[in-house]
């Protein structure tokens, strides 16, 4: 196998490595993420891709310790250079309950859903809610936290900050919500944002302004990104690097041109033709990976893409291993790919 | 008449694949089968003008009517037979309530539409005069989830629509299951499961063959693959586009954004707040708008390619579509656009056609140089 250790530029932020997260079931284990190993630089932004059901949100999750019960982080590591420290902080180590987490959670790493309704509470008022947000971690009084609420309401581009700070989730629109989401996370200006599927409940001109909202706010504030999303025209338009997850596993990661012009594994290639380009597919059909993602609880052996898989070969009976290629920027998990394979 | 009716049934058991060049095997009717085989694909399936639908707002302990909300504002365009009319506009711009008031689900304000060789406006029919054409048009659905009943086999949910219109029972029924399965991807021994047991895809799938089972001539597909990975898309678009070719299905195909309708659509309509503002065929449409909301709506899908997406002039929209009760003077999209001129704010623009098969409500459109993709 090839070196497990990336020669990296730039100042780490997050290495996680080995990470797995289960679920008990009355079925059996679902490994809903399963040896997974990328890290994220300050400042960088890292998607995260995949079908549903690949292990992107609960990869989001065990950041921060918030799997839902009764799944829990069973192994491996996610190392957090907080600002300031010298050792690293092992978050897999950390009692999802303990005060430590919830220092972590908003402050240094904060987290924003697809749906904002399900984490605004409908019976508070926007301003409150940022405001509270804002009290949650700050020493501040509730004058100057309503004032910083205002504040971040202006940064994010809410129309009428003024008025809006005073109105309830449901009269604000789509847009308008994740905006106000965005705002609360980042009221504590974290070092990094996890953003799940930020803008797929969102129509295309909504999402190109959140997400330009996002970018803008980065280069201000500096803060990492990890992007969680099925969507690979919102990977191009932010991304540096991207981890492609397939069944729970990294299949394939690297910087984002590596991955869009030479994508090496057989289901990161797949992904790639099946999106209609505009402008590029008036009238043809479509090139399509059979079939679907397989039930966490009825893998096939070896190499989970088998079934799929236009390439596959007798060696696939057996799970590759995620290893990386000889320049050192991309990283593959597949037989085709593999130099000890002989 | 029976004997005709088991020859067909052998024909159903062909695997979709094999069928595609052949005539059209759905049909009960004889005559119609006659009839759908001899049409050329330029005719005239369906004409829809001016179609209008308010919907009152109601205030105060009386319910008294303060306004309206102009849900679909006046909208006209044509649909030939066996193609593809592609219905695209932000959320809220009135495509399903489009949709639904051309299936007669909800009536329209005012308007008509025009259907079939007998050419009879929907519009005007009674509920029970509109019974024979409810077969002929069927919708699918965007949520696969909401629209099935999860209490119901497969085999109950295909079957329903020819078991309510007695036009299968018994043996006949059940291969005509099987065979609409089949058409659709799905196998035989499905049947028996319930919608739960499947995934997004599979479910939309089940929609697209109860859709199927009255051998309709238009389907109404509303945001069909908006809610499904994009692998599992391409899976379902091309079926779509088989169908369409192997019964000679018409669709208005509606999606709210560009890049879905791109690769179904032979001509596709932009619509704003009630109103269409371009209709073209497809390869123009986006090579060219002539519109500068379909210039934005162009720009705002992101490319899945990096290099392009860098060099690529982003044309960002402002703020949200306006409240159709309360909409902007002049031309709608005004507030938003950037090449709005003081005429735009005064006076409301027509559609007119600019060249051959391309309308376009814009004042400013001869003008204009848009960017395409
Ligand atoms: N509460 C749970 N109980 C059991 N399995 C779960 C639970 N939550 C998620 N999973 C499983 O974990 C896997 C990964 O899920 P998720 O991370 O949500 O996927 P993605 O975000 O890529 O769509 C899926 O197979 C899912 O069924
Ligand atoms: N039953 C209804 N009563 C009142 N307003 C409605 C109703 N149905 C839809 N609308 C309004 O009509 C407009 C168009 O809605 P819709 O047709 O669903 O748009 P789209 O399908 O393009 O997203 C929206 O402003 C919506 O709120
Ligand atoms: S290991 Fe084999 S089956 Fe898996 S992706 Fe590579 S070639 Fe395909
Ligand atoms: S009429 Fe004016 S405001 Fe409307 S789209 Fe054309 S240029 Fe823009
Ligand atoms: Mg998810
Ligand atoms: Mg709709």
Redesign the pocket.
């Known amino acids: 196998m090839a070196s497990t250790q990336e020669t990296s530029y730039q100042e780490p932020l997050l290495e996680i490595s080995g990470l797995k997260t289960v679920?008990p079931?009355d079925d059996g284990i679902?490994n809903?993420?399963n040896d997974v190993s990328f890290s994220i630089a300050r400042g960088q932004t890292v998607g995260v891709v995949?079908?549903?059901?690949?292990?992107?949100?609960?990869?989001g999750l065990s950041l921060l310790q918030l799997v839902?019960s009764?799944?829990r982080i069973e192994a491996g590591e996610i190392l957090f250079y907080r600002n300031g420290g010298d050792e690293p902080l092992d978050i897999a180590q950390v009692q999802p309950k303990s005060e430590l987490i919830r220092q972590i959670r908003g402050n240094e790493i904060a987290i924003i859903f697809q749906e904002p309704m399900t984490s605004l509470n409908p019976v508070y008022t926007v301003g409150d809610q940022i405001a509270e947000a804002v009290a949650l971690h700050q020493q501040v009084d509730k004058k100057t936290a309503h004032e910083r609420a205002i504040e971040m309401l202006v940064r994010v581009g809410i129309p009428a900050p003024t008025q809006r700070v005073d109105e309830y989730p449901h009269q604000l629109s789509g847009g308008m919500r994740q905006r106000v989401m965005i705002a609360m996370a980042l009221c504590c200006s974290p070092t990094l944002l996890i953003a799940?599927e930020p803008t797929t409940a969102l129509d295309v001109t909504i999402q190109a302004q959140v997400l330009g909202l996002m970018q803008e706010l980065q280069a201000e504030m500096g803060m990492a990104i990890m992007l969680?999303t099925h969507d690979l025209g919102v990977i191009a338009d932010l991304a540096d690097e991207v981890v492609v997850?397939y069944a729970?596993r990294v299949v394939e990661r690297g910087r984002v041109d590596d991955i869009f012009y030479n994508p090496l594994h057989p289901y990161t290639q797949g992904l790639l033709r099946s999106i209609p380009v505009l402008g590029r597919t008036v009238q043809k059909t479509l090139p399509s990976i059979p079939g679907t993602v397989p039930?966490?609880l009825a893998l096939p052996t070896g190499c989970s893409f088998q079934p799929r898989c236009p390439e596959r070969m007798p060696e696939c009976e057996q799970m590759p291993e995620l290893e990386i290629t000889s320049d050192g920027t991309q990283a593959v998990r597949c037989w085709l790919h593999a130099d000890s394979a002989t | 008449m029976l004997a005709s009716r088991r020859f067909s049934n052998i024909n159903r058991k062909l695997p979709s694949t094999l069928q595609i060049s052949q005539k059209p095997v759905f049909d009960n009717g004889e005559n119609r089968a006659e009839t759908l085989y001899l049409k050329n694909k330029n005719m005239k399936l369906l004409q829809v003008n001016d179609l209008r639908k308010y919907f009152p707002i109601q205030k105060g302990i009386f319910q008294r009517t303060v306004g309206y909300v102009k849900a679909v504002d006046g909208i006209s365009f044509d649909v030939q037979r066996g193609e593809t009319l592609g219905l695209v506009g932000e959320s809220g711009c009135g495509k399903t309530t489009a949709g639904r008031c051309l299936l007669r689900l909800i009536p329209a304000t005012s308007g008509s539409f025009i259907f079939g060789e007998e050419q009879v406006d929907l519009a005007k029919l009674t509920h029970r005069e509109m019974q024979p054409f409810r077969k002929r048009i069927q919708m699918i659905f965007q949520d696969p989830h909401a629209s099935l009943n999860p209490r119901m086999t497969v085999a109950d949910i295909v079957g329903e629509p020819m078991r309510v219109n007695r036009t299968e029972k018994g043996t006949a029924l059940q291969d005509r299951i099987v065979e609409l399965l089949e058409s659709v991807g799905l196998r035989s021994q499905d049947m028996r499961r319930y919608p739960h047991a499947f995934s997004g895809g599979q479910r939309q799938r089940i929609g697209i063959a109860r859709a199927l089972a009255l051998q309709p001539e238009l389907i109404v597909a509303d945001e069909p693959v908006s809610a499904l990975d994009v692998s599992v898309q391409a899976q379902i678009l091309n079926l779509l586009a088989e169908l369409r070719e192997q019964f000679n299905l018409s669709y208005i195909f509606i999606a709210h954004d560009l890049s879905v309708v791109e690769h179904i659509s032979d001509r596709v309509a932009v619509m704003y707040l009630g109103k269409i503002v371009e209709i073209s065929d497809a390869e123009t449409l986006y090579q060219s708008p002539q519109h500068p909301y379909t210039e934005a709506l162009i720009s705002a899908v992101p490319l899945p390619d990096p290099n392009a997406q860098r060099k690529r002039e982003h044309i960002r929209l402002e703020g949200d579509v306006p409240d159709p009760s309360q909409p902007p003077t002049g031309c709608y999209f005004h507030p938003r656009c950037r090449y709005a001129t003081d005429l735009c704010k005064q006076e409301t623009p027509k559609l007119r056609e600019v060249t051959p098969g391309v309308q376009v409500a814009c004042h400013h459109s001869d003008t204009l140089e848009l960017q395409g993709v």
């Open positions: 679920f079931t679902v809903a993420v995949g079908e549903s059901g690949c292990g992107k949100s609960i990869t839902p009764p799944g799940d969680i997850m729970g039930h966490p």
